[in-house]
């Protein structure tokens, strides 16, 4: 059913456009938001080209090979995707029904909560260098790594559950013909 | 047909979708903002540096790599002394990334003569809680042995956690240090005095006053003294480019 959606979706380049710019999008910040100070101070250099800023650049994606572990990497990857195919579901869907029921609302909080648990996820497993380091030392919880088996990680894969349950309930609902229900 | 008519006005008076989409939007826009707010006020010192005094206050924005301190005697070095880039890590023996970026930085220094590397400690104590020993006894093999054994060492362990060597640290620190030439006596004697120990902590407190959040974390310095941070596992690619990118500033 939810390849059958995929497909009838995905068969139109906008949707396709859509999904592949958000995952590309998506995994570019994960993995360049850590040297955002870096890049953006090579990007405004005047003394250097832009063929060594853009080699530069693109340089940093392979990071994913040296700034995470192979679990990590697959989940981050998995996190792009999913996100990128949950948001082309969610525009297709809300195109066809005109009007987000409440239901429909929870479930785009739940995509929304899959991603932002995937985002700590990723920042754990790279020894604190993104976003996770940071709120749980906020929240004063720090010693709370210390007690996680993976140390982190198990909020990317809560991320790919969330958004792995968010694209199924959008093809559901997809696949669902469009009806006037009686109260 | 009455009830037709109702349905078709009610889908009508609909509101538009986009006022749907508003508050998950909102919502989403408002985490990331959060999320982003978090990473760039430095948020507080890094999670693992519970320990470590916390530097006041200050954004992430504000570049304080120029806090480095000064590349002294004292440091572990590899590549010359007037190399025209140096690049200063901080580093955790137990932290796969760090595995990873020695080797590239071993890569880099023997494939060019006009970079240098500076090695320095940055033990992230609650994910790696022996790694602070480690660097107690590495800073000991440096004292009792000299620079030569500190970077065998430093490599012989890094390769072998790089290599999943799963080795008790009380095992694999006295088999390198003796392979470096200090004996298990003597690196005991030291590490039991405590005396490196402030060395290890001038590094992190170093650190983390440079803006330090995780492992590995360098610090390139260019010809003309201006600084890159550097976050992360970076691959050698982007190193040697960076590189470039710095003799080319210059």
């Known amino acids: 059913m939810v390849w059958g959606v995929i497909k009838r979706v995905f068969v139109r380049p906008g949707y396709l456009g859509l999904a592949s710019l958000t995952a590309v999008l998506t995994l570019s910040v994960l993995l360049l938001l850590p040297n955002n100070a870096l890049v953006a101070d090579i990007l405004v250099s005047s003394s250097v080209t832009l063929t060594a800023k853009l080699s530069f650049v693109f340089s940093l994606y392979g990071s994913l090979g040296t700034n995470f572990t192979v679990f990590s990497a697959t989940y981050t990857v998995m996190i792009a995707i999913l996100l990128g195919v949950n948001v082309s579901l969610l525009w297709y869907y809300a195109a066809r029904a005109r009007k987000l029921s409440k239901a429909d609302r929870s479930l785009t909080f739940t995509g929304i909560g899959g991603f932002v648990s995937g985002m700590f996820g990723i920042g754990c497993a790279a020894c604190g260098t993104i976003l996770f380091a940071g709120l749980l030392n906020l929240l004063g919880i720090t010693w709370l790594l210390a007690y996680l088996p993976l140390h982190g990680a198990e909020f990317g894969v809560v991320g790919v559950a969330l958004l792995a349950l968010t694209l199924y309930s959008f093809a559901k609902r997809i696949n669902d013909p469009l009806l006037c229900k009686i109260d | ?250």
């Open chain 2, 1 to 250: 047909m009455q009830e037709t008519q109702q349905t078709a006005r009610s889908m009508t008076a609909a509101a538009p979708i986009w006022k749907d989409l508003l508050i998950p939007g909102s919502i989403m826009i408002a985490g990331l903002a959060i999320g982003l707010g978090l990473y760039f006020s430095g948020g507080p010192a890094p999670t693992q540096m519970a320990a470590a005094p916390a530097p006041a206050a200050q954004p992430q924005e504000v570049d304080r790599t120029d806090q480095v301190a000064p590349v002294t005697e004292s440091d572990y070095r590899k590549g010359p002394a007037n190399a025209a880039v140096t690049i200063i890590e901080y580093s955790d023996f137990d932290c796969p990334f760090c595995s990873r970026f020695h080797d590239s930085m071993n890569d880099i220094v023997e494939a060019t003569d006009d970079v240098a590397w500076v090695y320095r400690h940055f033990p992230l104590e609650q994910l790696h809680p022996q790694a602070e020993g480690v660097a107690i006894a590495a800073e000991c093999v440096g004292e009792l042995a000299g620079a030569d054994a500190f970077w065998s060492f430093a490599d012989g362990y890094f390769a072998a956690r790089g290599a999943g060597d799963g080795t008790a640290h009380n095992v694999l620190v006295p088999q390198l240090a003796t392979a470096a030439g200090v004996s298990s006596a003597a690196l005991e004697e030291c590490v039991v005095s405590g005396r490196t120990q402030s060395l290890v902590q001038e590094d992190m407190d170093n650190a983390i006053a440079t803006g330090g959040r995780g492992t590995p974390w360098s610090i390139l310095v260019g010809p003309t003294g201006k600084t890159y941070p550097i976050n992360g596992a970076l691959p050698a690619a982007s190193i040697e480019q960076l590189i470039q990118i710095a003799k080319d500033e210059a």
